[in-house]
């Protein structure tokens, strides 16, 4: 079952808890009393607070807790107290900085995220990312993919990401709407149990024998403040399963599948076998880009077309996301040669 979202926008602000006003640059709420849903069960006492008090100082969040200030059910907690639904939480009168505006997402953003909903049921949502869409906010990003769904489902208490896409990615990516789904799924995911399957077009002959990948890889920020990844005798050890889809003259549609989830792995495992991926502004080089440029490929050719997971439950969950229209045009000229 989908849950539809709200159709009109609304100017969205951090939130906070019945502010008063007061000098001195920020303001002031009276006293809290809040219940704790069922989709937050789990979660401790000090996130709680520090997610509903922007603002505040999470040394001051602790103060509060040791001194008793906050009671659940009435009784005194420590910071590591694990909430269950139907908690009463008292919040005493604390300052909350000003949060600044957030920006909005627009009626088109909304529109195509709407409709990029694959999946929505027993608190895990899937969503077919666009590619350019940022996963979250941040590094000079204001607005991504998980703040989107937070303005369009105001009142679902538990939004998260699961896992990440890198911003050129496009595909599925799994966002938990219950804290007890994203939990155990990510459970499964560290334990190796939970399935992602990439397409992406690689440069070059891909090697008919290479069907595992294992290299390190490092991170490596640059003095301009770029991230890179790269294969490194000291880096993290990871693996990518590679199949051959389709071969064309020139290029190789691949299958992948990360065993581990490194940045970046996937592009750069490609480019460790001599095939980087068309249109890899980073790892692949400008001339081999420009070749597919010509032939209508404006994006990195890296999507997300499959996620397999179990919900708490143990049903079982695979869903798949059919290719952009504009990499499957660049698959028929390719196809034309």
Known sequence: MRSNPPNKSSKSRSPQVAPAAES?????????????????????????????????????????????????????????????GGDQVRVPPIRVSEAPDLPVAGEQLRRVLEDAILFDEGGLMVVNKPAGLAVHGGSGVRLGLIEALRQMYPKSPFIELVHRLDRDTSGAILVARKRSVLLHVQSELRAGRMGKSYLALASGKWPRAQKLVEAPLRKNTLKSGERIV????????????????????????????????????????????????????????????????????????????????????????????????????????????
Request: charged share 30%; glycine share 10%.
């Open 24 to 84: 001195g640059g920020g303001t002031s709420s009276g006293v809290q009393f809040l219940t704790v849903p069922e989709e937050l069960a789990g979660q401790r006492i000090d996130n709680f607070l520090q997610a509903r008090l922007k603002g505040v100082p999470r040394s001051r969040i602790y103060r509060i807790l040791r001194k008793g200030e906050v009671r659940v059910n009435k009784g005194r907690v420590k910071a590591e107290y694990r909430l269950r």
């Open 230 to 337: 790269t294969v490194d005798g000291e880096g993290k050890p990871s693996r990518t399963r590679f199949q051959v889809v389709e071969r064309f003259p020139g290029a190789t549609l691949v299958a992948a599948e990360p065993i581990t989830g490194r940045t970046h792995q996937i592009r750069v495992h490609a480019q460790f076998v001599g095939c980087p991926l068309a249109g890899d502004s980073k790892y692949t080089p400008d001339d081999v880009n420009a070749s597919f440029k010509e032939k209508g490929l404006k994006r990195l050719f890296l999507h997300s077309a499959e996620v397999r997971c179990t919900l708490p439950d143990g049903r079982a969950v695979a869903v798949k996301a059919p290719l952009p229209g504009e990499l499957e045009s660049v698959l028929q000229r390719l196809r034309a040669l």
